[in-house]
């Protein structure tokens, strides 16, 4: 996809999602307290798939959502809820404020690929649940009644609906609708009393607008994960752990941006050490001019562990493709390519942090500049690079003394210029333009920039593995720019991190995207 179509799509995305959000906020005021899911205590304990949504619309989350989306230039979000109320001909103090009690949520027990069917329900905290029951009746109407532990419950709509305490439930089958009801009198356990559940929910966050909780090895049915084959499959590959571990998300909203976080309690295996909540000690190198920078650790102690297990089943597939015998034919190649004896040689440089930034000085993608900055042992890389450049360059490599320091540079066979130096003994590798940058930079680098740590601070997790994006530079490489209707937006958006940690034992995914004022 051409960069412009790319930045147009993200904008434009943006927005969409931005105004949607912000259409479902009325109140202002700001209430902190945890979300309770009050939903959780009625569903089964071997519920596969639990989405909870936070319909407390005066909470903290909506109301910094509903600011957030200010920002991104919705002017008046009340208004523009309340018209499309209206247009719709709905009443939302009779036929949608009954139903905001705190929490909704829909449960998954068991799906059937073959009929696209699936056992469950939706339930809903609500603020007034026999109004809310009202509008179900005079929208869609009440069938016959039953009863089942002195619950009555109604058919409607080709499902069963019944009032529980506070909370109106609305099941896609008969028999999820008795389970619920059995849980509500003691009968069966609730998804909220298990150790995984609660672990999850508290480790992410008690505070947000919607949460998932995913337990496939819990979902029966004709469900593709209980074929005995894939489950085999998957166990033998590795992955079964991190498949069939419960696993949650949560997405919500701080005073300056969006957060997610995804957790799983499966392990992390051979790459555990590179998701070891750490800082990264190479930012302090990079220009504040990075658009992009990424960081990582000890890639060559994961390289050596994924090789140590899985070096036989990578023979075998590559032996397979019919170019070489095995694994190390393939990089002997590569390495041969650049001059060294194997491309596993630069790998084993890898054993402390990796970083890499990237610039756009032009502000054009075609016009990049970037770096690697490595923690390695000087004098092996050192020794091993004056052999990559003897080899590669088309012509002899220079030296030349950038603030102090050597930088050696020399041109491919294409005429592109590649640079190399060392940095208080950690390397610097990329264009010889961004090798310079680096090594001559007097002004503050990325890691004093207010708009990196900013986002650093409204992260919801330590950093591990992580990306950093700063998003007005990264939309406005579009050529031409951001079209006059979005620039508000585009000026809005600032930094984004997406980050991979291994925290207390739980591997989780998380981020933050921040909204300037």
């Not at 959502?65 to 920002?71: A, K, P, S």
């Not at 009863?147 to 009032?163: C, D, Q, R």
């Not at 672990?199 to 004709?222: K, P």
């Amino acid at each position: 996809m051409p960069s412009r179509t790319l930045g147009l799509a993200v904008t434009a995305g943006l927005v969409a999602v931005a105004a949607l959000v912000g259409g479902a906020i009325l109140f202002t005021s700001s209430r902190a307290s945890e979300v309770n899911l009050t939903t959780a205590s009625l569903v089964p304990e071997d519920a596969g798939i639990y989405f909870a949504l936070n319909t407390d619309l005066s909470s903290s989350e909506w109301v910094n959502t509903f600011r957030l989306v200010e920002r991104l230039g919705q002017d008046d979000p009340e208004e523009a809820l309340k018209d499309g109320v209206d247009d719709a001909g709905v009443d939302w103090e009779d036929e949608v404020a009954p139903f905001l009690g705190g929490n909704a949520a829909i449960f998954v027990r068991g799906i059937s690929i073959e009929d696209i069917s699936a056992q469950g329900a939706v339930i809903v905290r609500c603020k007034d649940a026999k109004a809310a029951l009202e509008v179900i009746d005079d929208q869609v109407g009440l069938g016959d009644d039953a009863e089942h532990g002195e619950i009555e419950y109604f058919e409607t709509f080709g499902g069963f609906v019944a009032i529980i305490g506070d909370h109106l439930v609305i099941a896609f089958d008969e028999d999820s609708m008795e389970a619920v009801i059995d849980v509500h009198n003691g009968k069966i356990k609730s998804l909220s009393s298990r150790d995984d559940f609660q672990r999850l929910r508290d480790e992410l966050t008690g505070n947000f607008l919607g949460f998932v909780y995913m337990s496939a090895d819990s979902l029966a049915g004709d469900f593709f994960l209980d074929d005995p084959e894939v489950r085999d499959a998957l166990e033998r590959s590795g992955a079964g752990d991190l498949v069939f571990e419960p696993a949650a998300w949560v997405i919500g909203a701080k005073a300056d941006g969006f957060e997610f976080q995804a957790a799983s309690l499966g392990k992390g295996g051979p790459v555990s050490p590179m998701l070891v909540p750490r800082e990264s000690r190479l930012v302090r190198y990079v220009p504040a001019d990075a658009a992009i920078y990424l960081s990582t650790t000890d890639i060559a102690g994961t390289w050596d562990r994924v090789m140590t297990s899985a070096r036989p089943e990578i023979d075998r597939a590559i032996r397979s493709e019919g170019d070489y015998d095995s694994l190390d034919d393939a990089l002997r190649e590569a390495g041969r390519e650049i001059g060294i004896q194997s491309i596993e040689d630069l790998v084993e440089l890898l054993n402390g942090e990796t970083s890499f930034a990237f610039w756009f000085p032009k502000g054009s993608e075609e016009d990049a500049e970037g770096v690697m900055l490595a923690e390695v042992d000087q004098g092996r890389a050192e020794a091993l690079l004056k052999q990559i450049s003897a080899t590669s360059a088309w012509g002899t490599p220079q030296t030349k003394k950038v603030n102090g320091k050597d930088m050696t540079w020399f041109k491919d066979q294409d005429g592109d210029e590649t640079a190399y130096a060392f940095l208080d003994g950690n390397l610097v590798l990329g264009t010889r333009a961004g090798v310079e940058k680096v090594l001559g930079n007097n002004e503050p680098p990325l890691s004093s920039l207010n708009r990196y740590n900013r986002t650093v601070e409204q992260m919801p997790s330590k950093l591990g593995s992580y990306g950093y994006f700063d998003l007005s530079k990264l939309l406005r490489l579009a050529e031409g720019g951001i079209p006059a209707d979005l620039d508000e937006v585009e000026r809005a958006l600032s930094g984004l991190i997406i980050n991979v940690v291994d925290e207390r034992g739980i591997v989780r995914l998380s981020g933050i995207l921040t909204i300037e004022e």
